[in-house]
């Protein structure tokens, strides 16, 4: 079992105890302070013996008490008159003055009881400051005042005691907001530190489409602008007069497919720099009265320019490697819960008797995409990127292919590397999808169809559009394009001439791969074969001649667009090449067995395009997840677990996935072959990145 956690996903605990218990504690000085505190608040609860005799009373103002009532001494008197303490008899003190020897006598100065509570309390007359006017002699102060001065005393040094509890309070309360201004980078008495930027992974992303090249790649991926291109230019009934919104516009292609189509209206929204870019070819096309450049992010809009309410549609070529990579379609549906037309819309009429018309949801373009998922042979992948790394030139440089199974590798394979039906793991229904859902986790159950090395998962996705958005059935076919031209080719609609024969049409093609390396990789020869014309060239091949009138021409008929009901899940056609496969992908349900194929002549079916094997390569290739320990399968082998995919938390616009699966060979028959290498019998858990 082979687990790999990336050191971002280890979450390292907050440590700030010490500086907690620091914060909130307080120095020895000030403990030994409150401790004062409360003695001196105590210091009225002291047991305390009589001047006279052995009687102890309760607290020093009970004693002065004791003692006058019963022996005729007022301590506050004598001590207000002379400041003494001695233990004479009553009748002696009588006839004591200042004169006396006593007050000339250190002996007289011990206290004959250690502590004596007596001692510490004070009368409110005495003075330090012999400049100051001493108390006639005979004067005292009566006991009701001296017990009311006392809990005055007292009460003022509860008071100080709350007080320093406050301070105590105020100095933790100091203390975490200075730890949080340090967190924050700002310190004091020393060099500010710089304040940490908010997390920007949008800037990259929009500057990487700043630039020609990945814009002619994406135009030139035939199966990608032609399936857009044909949904639009057969559909006038749904784009004729219709409000458009063109998310992630680039170059603006495709709002110039829905103003060629009749649109009334199209706000073209990017926030790349390659805008201003579809400004001049909007412009260069003489659509500049239709359609609407805005440079901004869709989810900083407001509004619409002029008051436009709502859009009837919306369009986006949005999707990214293994489908939702990138996060555009976050954007996508932002831009449909802000703008698009909502379920019960009533449209006014053209003359003011007219109620108005009641009106559905507006359309998604496209309406729904399938992330599918299949067993993979892939060793042509793994001798370039892995086992390349035994032997550099005589030097083993194995280390370079470690990192290599921690990411997803985009790369295109053929219909001979899977080793079974593949199946759907996320289903996208634009019309109703909800961003949260974009994190998911998804069981699967894949069987083998034949023998062969389990060495990774196949990830691609398939894409429909519908003329009503609704759901698709889980059956729905897609088309699969198997043209008899090299992906990096660049058609150009129109241009060929028809008495061009096909071995000039061969020498062109051949031409243009010599000019021009795509992206991809070219994986097939077109073996020398005629290229078949693409059937709606004519629909849109032809510039607009005039812009006088505020609406072009109107596309020509054309066969209106299915509906989600009147797909036929039997036939799927290509339009693209002279040959069609038909695929169907069975989903967890289904089991992994597809139905077979019948025949549905005559019913509409919905444009659709692959990105799997066993069709044409598109710039999307497919999403390989390397396995670190291959696997001998053989027919009959069933591959059961979760496929775990969401945003990565060190960036939104990458995918963090996790592989669960468990592998289980069919029971052998007799006399069968004992495979080479045993299945293991644990989960395996796998991670990877899509970057």
């Not at 992330?371 to 990127?385: A, F, Q, S, T, Y």
């Not at 609704?470 to 088309?479: E, I, R, W, Y």
């Amino acid at each position: 079992m082979s687990v790999h956690i990336p050191a971002s996903d280890v979450a390292t605990p907050y440590e700030d105890d010490d500086d907690h218990s620091q914060g909130s504690g307080q120095s020895e000085e000030d403990n030994k302070e409150l401790e004062n505190f409360d003695d001196w608040v105590d210091e009225d609860e002291h047991k305390t013996k009589s001047l006279f005799d052995d009687h102890i009373l309760d607290s020093p103002t009970g004693c002065i008490k004791y003692d006058r009532e019963n022996h005729g001494f007022d301590l506050l008197e004598v001590s207000t008159t002379l400041a003494i303490r001695q233990k004479p008899s009553s009748s002696a003190l009588e006839n004591l003055d200042s004169s006396s020897k006593i007050f000339s006598d250190d002996a007289y100065l011990k206290p004959s009881i250690e502590d004596d509570p007596l001692l510490q309390l004070e009368s409110a007359d005495w003075s330090d400051s012999d400049s100051e006017e001493k108390p006639k002699s005979g004067s005292s102060t009566s006991l009701l005042s001296q017990v009311d001065a006392l809990r005055k005393i007292k009460k003022l040094e509860a008071q100080l005691s709350q007080a320093h509890d406050d301070l105590r309070s105020f100095r933790s309360t100091v203390k975490e907001r200075f730890d949080l201004l340090q967190v924050a980078g700002i310190g004091f008495g020393s060099a500010p530190r710089r304040v940490p930027e908010p997390r920007d992974d949008d800037t990259h992303y929009f500057d990487s489409y700043s630039y020609n090249d990945i814009h002619a790649v994406m135009i030139q991926d035939t199966v990608r602008t032609s399936s857009y291109a044909r949904f639009v230019m057969s559909n006038p009934a749904i784009f004729r007069d219709a409000v458009v919104m063109d998310v992630g516009c680039g170059t603006g292609i495709l709002s110039l497919f829905a103003a060629r189509a009749g649109a009334r209206r199209v706000f073209a929204v990017d926030a790349s720099n390659v805008v201003e870019k579809a400004r001049q070819n909007v412009k260069e096309n003489n659509f500049e009265n239709m359609i609407t450049v805005i440079r901004a992010k869709v989810e900083d809009l407001d509004g619409l320019p002029d008051g436009v309410p709502y859009v009837d549609v919306i369009i986006s070529e949005w999707m990214g490697y293994c489908c939702i990579y990138e996060s555009m379609l976050d954007s996508v549906l932002i831009a449909r819960d802000k703008f698009l037309r909502k379920d019960g819309t009533v449209v006014a009429g053209e003359d003011e008797s007219d109620e108005g018309e009641t009106k559905g949801q507006g359309l998604m373009v496209p309406s729904q995409c399938r992330m599918e998922m299949g067993l993979g042979d892939v060793k042509d992948i793994l001798r370039e990127r892995i086992t390349f790394w035994d032997d550099v030139y005589g030097f083993r440089m194995t280390a370079m292919a470690n990192e290599v199974y921690d990411e997803c590798v985009m790369d295109v394979v053929g219909p001979e590397t899977l080793l079974g039906d593949a199946m759907t793991i996320k289903d996208l229904p634009l019309q109703h999808i909800t961003i949260r859902s974009l994190d998911f986790r998804s069981p699967f159950r894949l069987t083998t169809t034949r023998s062969g090395e389990l060495n990774a998962f196949i990830v691609y996705f398939d894409t429909f559009f519908t003329a009503d958005g609704k759901d698709l059935p889980p059956n729905a076919q897609v088309s699969i394009y198997n043209a008899d031209f090299a992906p990096g080719q660049v058609i150009r609609i129109g241009e060929r001439r028809a008495s061009e024969s096909g071995d000039e049409k061969r020498k062109s093609v051949d031409a243009a791969l010599k000019r021009r390396k795509s992206s991809m990789d070219i994986l097939a020869s077109t073996g020398g074969q005629t290229m078949d014309t693409i059937a709606e060239q004519k629909q849109f091949s032809a510039s607009p001649k005039s812009v006088e009138a505020p609406l072009p021409p109107p596309a020509p008929p054309a066969p209106p667009a299915p509906t989600a009901a009147s797909v036929s899940p039997a036939v799927s056609t290509s339009s693209l090449g002279p040959t069609s496969i038909l695929s169907k992908r069975p989903t967890l349900s289904q089991g992994g067995t597809p139905r077979r194929a019948s025949t549905g002549a005559g019913l509409p079916k919905p444009i659709s395009f692959s990105t799997g094997p066993k069709s044409m390569p598109t710039h999307w290739k497919q999403g390989l997840f390397l396995l670190r320990s291959p696997i001998r399968v053989r027919k009959g082998t069933t591959v059961t677990g979760s496929f775990h995919c969401r945003k990565s938390e060190s960036n939104s616009r990458e995918l963090d996935v996790e592989i669960h699966y468990l592998v289980e060979d069919p029971p052998l028959g007799a006399g069968a072959p004992i495979p080479t290498s045993a299945s293991p019998r644990e989960a395996v858990v796998q991670m990877f990145k899509v970057r």
